[in-house]
């Protein structure tokens, strides 16, 4: 999977700091446009049968209050919805993470806007045995997904795409590493700032 499609950008990320409910945290904020609507958009992050194409595959009571699960991701707690606008999940033991997905109208006619902010606790990530600063990881998780949603409103997604095994593919390898040196830049920004 490549990023070569005719108005594809990477987001380009943001890194803020806010209470959640299991204490203070770090957000990732990436922001994209799509060539879609608004409730093309909100259909495509809320419907399990279009989830499982471009972001992993999720079950459970997908409805407010309800419990979800996610392969490869744990589960969850569905905290607020406002369709077709804002949706707030809390994720993991003790709500360590939050994510909100925000989506409005484009700047141009024909386009919808996702914001997407994924705050956590926690400092650290496992990943295949090895620890990972939890922001970092972020980047090379949702700049691939943010690509396939784009290929995937396109109607462009290749059918074989695994949406819960994208990082065991070479081809996605240099999105996964933008995405995740554009969070390390974001974390050595914070931290010179902080020191």
Not at 30 to 48: G, H
Not at 61 to 76: H, K, P
Not at 78 to 86: D, G, Q, V
Not at 117 to 140: F, K, S
Request: glycine share 10%.
């Amino acid at each position: 999977m490549t990023s070569e499609t005719s108005t594809y950008t990477e987001p380009a990320p943001e890194l803020r700091h806010r209470a959640i409910d299991a204490g203070e945290a770090r957000v990732a904020v990436l922001t994209r446009t799509y060539e879609t609507s608004v409730e093309d958009l909100w259909d495509a992050c809320t419907d399990p049968g279009r989830l499982a194409r471009w972001y992993t595959t999720v079950t459970g009571e997908l409805r407010l209050g309800g419990m979800f699960e996610q392969v490869n991701m744990g589960g969850g707690v569905i905290a607020e919805c406002e369709a077709p606008r804002f949706l707030r999940v809390v994720l993991g033991k003790g709500g360590v993470d939050e994510i909100e997905v925000r989506i409005s109208p484009g700047p141009r006619d024909g386009t919808a806007t996702l914001e997407v902010q994924h705050a956590t606790t926690l400092d650290a990530h496992e990943i295949g045995g090895r620890m990972y600063d939890a922001i970092y990881c972020m980047g090379g998780g949702y700049y691939p997904r943010l690509l396939a949603l784009d290929l995937h409103l396109r109607g462009t997604l290749p059918e074989d795409y695994d949406a819960t095994a994208y990082h065991l593919d070479p081809a996605t390898r240099p999105t996964i590493d933008r995405g995740s040196a554009a969070m390390q830049a974001l974390l050595d920004a914070d931290a010179a700032r902080e020191g």
